[in-house]
């Protein structure tokens, strides 16, 4: 828990000296929904010495106010900021520093604060050093969010007695973690997503750290795959030995996340093989032409058969590695099997993940606008065996396309509508990859928004195809944010098939 001096013109909150930030000299650093949420949080708890640093020249810091709860006494303080480019200028001015998790703890003017004695923090470190629940914490290149929110909606709905009275979802997804903070007993739980913007400073570790598979990605933020892999590892660096790792055992990054914890409990998934304890996929014939399985829960005591495969809502192999972490994560917390049962056959998935759209003429239409490396434009390319046409490409963040483009080659991909800076690097893959290939598959790229695309991508289909928006890059230039992307997407199918 961060070290806050003691002043004796601050109330005292019994629970955990809450109310020691009274006097304190506090930097916020960047001012998105998540220090929004910090703000409010910190002048009810008697912070009055607040700057707001944010590189935006035109942010309207009175609009702050209108965020803070109108009963706190300190909610007509004045807000201080620093606007514009050297807004992390003179950083040692505070005694406490709060980045947003897009501002790397690495940052030189932030090392440089450290070195001078500024403590470093940031929204999810003060929760997790401050909170008295029981915590989950999910990470992984991706996959993250609909682990994280089917845990969430196990727990929710177990009827298992000893299970917590509340149950609460929170860090990339659903609410901010510090507002409901002060709600937290030690009886809850509480289910994290966590990115490695969020783990790279933490020093508090989650009782249940969930580690799906780790690719490249975030290389516009982290100086290289190390440094990234080394910022997960924090889910599993501070855990004590009664806590719980509940690691992908299919890939060998995730696999050495278990060494790395303290934890004496560890538990694995997959979809691949057997495990000893956890969760993994018991693979049978083919029937109807498809690969079928059951998934099974593993315990010391018995082999528990969660479901089949096919009675999955969720599309995709790759989601029963999520599924699979899901239902050993929730069993550790104490969810009663037929809870996790239930929830996991129901389970559409999230919004923009292999979101099913509609149906026109025998076309179905597929929204992953999630997809922004090409490993889980990867995964939804093989989610189908139909001809799929497929909808890829966007702004450009460091990645390499060459194994999508050997997928794409080898897959039922039959049109690529290439769209963004990255759609010509993909197309390049796939001709360095195989020539043959390249002249089998139809290529679209001249479209310029989303209406032309999805009038295209309807022209070039037939009864019984895929249409799938699985861009592997980032959404900007055509689009505000990959939510924009997707919800253009839909919003144009909607149109197509009502007309």
């Known amino acids: 828990m961060i070290n806050y001096k003691d002043k004796k013109t601050c109330a005292r909150d019994e629970r955990a000296g809450l109310s020691r930030f009274c006097g304190i000299k506090i930097g916020i650093l960047g001012f998105g929904v998540e220090n929004q949420a910090l703000l409010k949080w910190l002048f009810n708890h008697e912070a009055n010495c607040i700057t707001i640093c944010?590189?935006?020249?035109?942010?309207?810091?009175?609009?702050?106010?209108?965020?803070?709860?109108?009963?706190?006494?300190?909610?007509?303080?004045?807000?201080?900021?620093?606007?514009?480019?050297?807004?992390?200028?003179?950083?040692?001015?505070?005694?406490?520093?709060?980045?947003?998790?897009?501002?790397?703890?690495?940052?030189?003017?932030?090392?440089?604060?450290?070195?001078k004695g500024v403590e470093i923090s940031s929204q999810i470190k003060l929760f997790m050093d401050l909170c008295l629940a029981k915590t989950i914490g999910v990470t992984g290149t991706k996959g993250k969010g609909t682990t994280s929110t089917l845990i969430y909606e196990i727990l929710k709905n177990s009827s298992v007695k000893r299970l917590a009275s509340k149950v609460y979802l929170g860090g990339n997804i659903g609410n901010p973690p510090i507002e409901f903070l002060d709600k937290l007993t030690k009886n809850d739980w509480v289910v994290l997503e966590l990115s490695s913007f969020q783990l790279q400073d933490l020093a508090k570790s989650p009782n249940i750290a969930v580690v799906l598979?780790?690719?490249?990605?975030?290389?516009?933020?982290?100086?290289?795959?190390?440094?990234?892999?080394?910022?997960?590892?924090?889910?599993?660096?501070?855990?004590?030995?009664?806590?719980?790792?509940?690691?992908?055992?299919?890939?060998?990054?995730?696999?050495?996340?278990?060494?790395?914890?303290?934890?004496?409990?560890?538990?694995?998934?997959?979809?691949?093989?057997?495990?000893?304890?956890?969760?993994?996929?018991?693979?049978?014939?083919?029937?109807?032409?498809?690969?079928?399985?059951?998934?099974i829960l593993r315990t010391s005591e018995k082999d528990i058969e969660i479901c089949e495969t096919y009675d999955i809502t969720l599309r995709g192999e790759h989601n029963l590695e999520n599924i699979s972490a899901a239902i050993t994560a929730s069993y550790l917390a104490g969810a009663s099997v037929e809870s996790i049962k239930?929830?996991?056959?129901?389970?559409?998935?999230?919004?923009?993940?292999?979101?099913?759209?509609?149906?026109?003429?025998?076309?179905?239409?597929?929204?992953?606008?999630?997809?922004?490396?090409p490993d889980t434009a990867i995964a939804a390319i093989k989610s189908f065996g139909e001809p799929i046409v497929l909808i890829a490409g966007g702004s450009?963040?460091?990645?390499?396309?060459?194994?999508?483009?050997?997928?794409?080659?080898?897959?039922?991909?039959?049109?690529?509508?290439?769209?963004?800076?990255?759609?010509?690097?993909?197309?390049?893959a796939i001709k360095q990859y195989s020539n043959r290939a390249m002249k089998q598959l139809q290529i679209v790229n001249n479209c310029k928004n989303m209406r032309e695309i999805i009038k295209s991508s309807f022209n070039e289909a037939k009864p019984g195809d895929v249409i799938l928006l699985s861009p592997a890059s980032a959404s900007f230039g055509l689009f505000k944010n990959y939510k924009d992307r997707g919800n253009q997407f839909k919003s144009a199918v909607a149109d197509l098939i009502n007309d």
């Open 54 to 115: 944010d590189a935006n020249p035109k942010l309207e810091i009175l609009n702050s106010k209108q965020i803070l709860n109108s009963k706190s006494k300190f909610s007509k303080l004045e807000i201080k900021s620093r606007l514009g480019k050297n807004y992390l200028k003179n950083l040692t001015d505070f005694e406490v520093v709060f980045r947003t998790p897009g501002i790397s703890p690495l940052t030189p003017e932030l090392l440089e604060a450290k070195i």
């Open 213 to 295: 598979d780790i690719k490249t990605d975030h290389l516009d933020y982290h100086k290289n795959q190390k440094e990234y892999v080394e910022a997960k590892e924090n889910i599993v660096r501070y855990q004590s030995k009664n806590d719980f790792t509940v690691v992908n055992l299919d890939y060998l990054t995730s696999f050495g996340f278990a060494a790395v914890s303290p934890s004496k409990n560890d538990y694995y998934f997959s979809r691949r093989k057997s495990v000893d304890q956890g969760t993994y996929v018991e693979w049978g014939e083919k029937r109807r032409g498809a690969h079928f399985g059951k998934i």
């Open 342 to 373: 239930k929830v996991v056959l129901k389970f559409p998935g999230l919004e923009h993940r292999l979101e099913y759209c509609g149906e026109k003429d025998g076309v179905k239409y597929y929204n992953d606008s999630f997809s922004t490396t």
């Open 396 to 428: 450009e963040k460091g990645a390499d396309y060459s194994n999508l483009g050997q997928v794409i080659a080898k897959s039922t991909v039959k049109t690529l509508i290439a769209i963004g800076i990255t759609g010509p690097r993909i197309i390049k």
